[in-house]
């Protein structure tokens, strides 16, 4: 009976992680889109004329079966930057949930989950929009404050679209770190997070066995 029983609790938290595996991973993939998303963006703006705008007013209505570019990734950037927020807190909640279950259940593993959960949260902290939120009246325009990885419509339009004058060698390093370089920093910080979590829960789950030769989670265990 008490067997019976130690078996149920096993079972029972295997399912939970299994639960949580999933939801960690549909939020890592619906991040990684939204960062692939956001460089679609900056190459479409940069290096084809879809998001141009006409300057002569017009009054006719846009012909059937024309898109009007501008206002779909207008729409597009919007919603990259909501759901960035929203799943990266669903993520972080997530990680929170599978660290309390293998603490209680006293599973291995669990600290590479952690190591995780820190990565997580500084993706989170990088992709934060915080353009749109530290601009005050004694800030002043949003260019003086440190942007998230994800960036503005306005910015887009500013930056990109718009004709700009010769940049030299700070101000092209600072253009393509911006715009480029940080999304990548992103999604490497995706992916360690996949797969310090990944390798945690499988040796929770016992789909990995603990070898002597496992670096990455002796490691971890050491620390």
């Given at each position: 009976?008490?067997?019976?029983?130690?078996?149920?609790?096993?079972?029972?938290?295997?399912?939970?992680?299994?639960?949580?595996?999933?939801?960690?991973?549909?939020?890592?993939?619906?991040?990684?889109?939204?960062?692939?998303?956001?460089?679609?963006?900056?190459?479409?703006?940069?290096?084809?004329?879809?998001?141009?705008?006409?300057?002569?007013?017009?009054?006719?209505?846009?012909?059937?079966?024309?898109?009007?570019?501008?206002?779909?990734?207008?729409?597009?950037?919007?919603?990259?930057?909501?759901?960035?927020?929203?799943?990266?807190?669903?993520?972080?909640?997530?990680?929170?949930?599978?660290?309390?279950?293998?603490?209680?259940?006293?599973?291995?593993?669990?600290?590479?989950?952690?190591?995780?959960?820190?990565?997580?949260?500084?993706?989170?902290?990088?992709?934060?929009?915080?353009?749109?939120?530290?601009?005050?009246q004694s800030l002043g325009h949003s260019d003086f404050v440190p942007p998230g990885v994800l960036?503005?419509?306005?910015?887009?339009?500013?930056?990109?679209?718009?004709?700009?004058?010769e940049m030299n060698l700070n101000t092209a390093i600072l253009f393509w770190a911006r715009f480029?370089?940080?999304?990548?920093?992103?999604?490497?910080?995706?992916?360690?997070?996949?797969?310090?979590?990944?390798?945690?829960?499988?040796?929770?789950?016992?789909?990995?066995?603990?070898?002597?030769?496992?670096?990455?989670?002796?490691?971890?265990?050491?620390?």
């Amino acid at each position: 009976m008490q067997q019976d029983r130690m078996v149920s609790v096993a079972a029972d938290y295997a399912d939970a992680l299994l639960v949580a595996r999933r939801v960690k991973r549909t939020m890592l993939l619906l991040l990684a889109l939204i960062l692939v998303i956001q460089v679609a963006i900056f190459s479409v703006a940069r290096w084809m004329d879809l998001l141009q705008v006409n300057a002569a007013p017009t009054s006719q209505p846009a012909a059937l079966g024309v898109a009007n570019w501008p206002d779909i990734f207008h729409y597009l950037s919007a919603a990259s930057m909501f759901g960035a927020v929203l799943f990266g807190i669903v993520l972080l909640a997530t990680l929170a949930l599978t660290i309390h279950i293998m603490l209680v259940g006293r599973l291995i593993g669990v600290a590479l989950v952690v190591r995780a959960f820190v990565l997580a949260v500084l993706l989170l902290v990088l992709m934060f929009p915080w353009q749109t939120l530290l601009v005050t009246q004694s800030l002043g325009h949003s260019d003086f404050v440190p942007p998230g990885v994800l960036y503005t419509w306005r910015e887009i339009q500013e930056r990109v679209v718009a004709p700009q004058p010769e940049m030299n060698l700070n101000t092209a390093i600072l253009f393509w770190a911006r715009f480029l370089g940080m999304p990548i920093v992103a999604m490497v910080i995706l992916l360690l997070v996949q797969k310090r979590s990944g390798h945690g829960l499988k040796l929770a789950l016992g789909e990995e066995e603990i070898l002597p030769t496992s670096e990455d989670y002796a490691v971890a265990a050491g620390r």
